[in-house]
Antibody, heavy 122, light 107 residues
């Protein structure tokens, strides 16, 4: 059974750096074709893709947020970490990690974590 | 960046009716188009990938069509559990974007 779980602070202050960890089980990110992404959703709004990392350690970022994001993986711990710098109240959202569909060349998210709500406020 | 425009924003239908949701891309995305269902307080669930392939465990009443720039998600006969928000999503040149969503509500 594939599961993903996000963890990190529920509250961060403006200008701080957010660090989120995705801990997964049921698959290995060292397997060819595997990818994991981060997606966020502000309250009442649509989904927004943030970043992706693949089995070969290739990394891709949303163009609009690229300068603030860093994604990394620890294959031995089955974890993917996302850092976002210079947090602002508009970054308040539920942050999801999601596995991507290997058979579809990582173009869709097939398994999602439950999400973690992050509020940015002083 | 490719923009996905979903229509209508809200669809009011009764159980048993057919639902047709539209997703239009600002440029061709080939067949790299997926559809998701999201219920309040839950993570999205993958329904369709590569425009027309049903994901594992998705009922046959869900179908998708494409490719190119105009895509459709059809729910042939709405069940009570199908009332939710639906999003389309594309991947092009390793930039992924979502549409704004269509809410399917009970009439």
């Amino acid at each position: 059974q594939v599961t993903l779980r996000e963890s990190g602070p529920a509250l961060v202050k403006p200008t701080q750096t957010l660090t989120l960890t995705c801990t997964f089980s049921g698959f290995s990110l060292s397997t060819s074709g595997m990818c994991v992404s981060w997606v966020r959703q502000p309250p009442g709004k649509a989904l927004e893709w943030l970043a992706l990392i693949d089995w070969d350690d290739d990394k891709y970022y949303s163009t609009s947020l690229k300068t603030r994001l860093t994604i990394s993986k620890d294959t031995s711990k089955n974890q993917v970490v996302l850092t976002m710098t210079n947090m602002d109240p508009v970054d308040t959202a539920t942050y999801y990690c999601a596995r991507m569909l290997a058979v579809a060349a990582c173009d869709a998210f097939d398994i999602w974590g439950q999400g973690t709500m992050v509020t940015v406020s002083s | 960046e490719i923009v996905l425009t979903q229509s209508p924003a809200t669809l009011s239908l009764s159980p048993g009716e057919r639902a047709t949701l539209s997703c239009r891309a600002s440029q061709s995305v080939s067949s790299y188009l997926a559809w998701y269902q999201q219920k309040p307080g839950q993570a999205p669930r993958l329904l369709i990938y590569d425009a027309s392939n049903r994901a594992t465990g998705i009922p046959a009443r869900f179908s998708g069509s494409g490719p190119g720039t105009d895509f459709t998600l059809t729910i042939s006969s709405l069940e009570p559990e199908d009332f939710a928000v639906y999003y389309c999503q594309q991947r092009s040149n390793w930039q992924l974007t979502f549409g704004g969503g269509t809410k399917v509500e009970i009439k």
